[in-house]
Nanobody, 118 residues
Framework: QVQLVESGGGLVQAGGSLRLSCAAS?????????MGWFRQAPGKEREFVAR????????YYADSVKGRFTISRDNGKNTMYLQMNSLKPEDTAVYYC??????????WGQGTQVTVSS
């Protein structure tokens, strides 16, 4: 079984920073999995934020967060991170961790709320 638990969300002022964490369990060889972050704001569809893969340069970002967010992973801890800097009110959303294993099965966490005030 694969379980994903997000943490690190909260309330920050515009221009501030947060670091989200996603702890994964039930999956061996953490570095072989594609993982990413998505977010969903009220009244909007869930959108891609960032992903990290095992091959090539490995990281990809939505245009809206490039230069502000950084995705990373600690293979020893089976944990993925999203460092969010220069936060804007439009970043307010529930942020979800996603993992895709070989074979295409996809797993999601329950999300963590990020609220950015003006």
């Amino acid at each position: 079984q694969v379980q994903l638990v997000e943490s690190g969300g909260g309330l920050v002022q515009a221009g501030g920073s947060l670091r989200l964490s996603c702890a994964a369990s039930g999956c061996n060889y953490f570095s072989s999995y594609t993982m990413g972050w998505f977010r969903q704001a009220p009244g909007k569809e869930r959108e891609f934020v960032a992903r990290i893969v095992w091959s090539g340069p490995g990281t990809y970002y939505a245009d809206s967060v490039k230069g502000r967010f950084t995705i990373s992973r600690d293979n020893g801890k089976n944990t993925m991170y999203l460092q969010m800097n220069s936060l804007k009110p439009e970043d307010t959303a529930v942020y979800y961790c996603n993992l895709v294993r070989a074979g295409g099965a996809s797993y999601w966490g329950q999300g963590t709320q990020v609220t950015v005030s003006s």
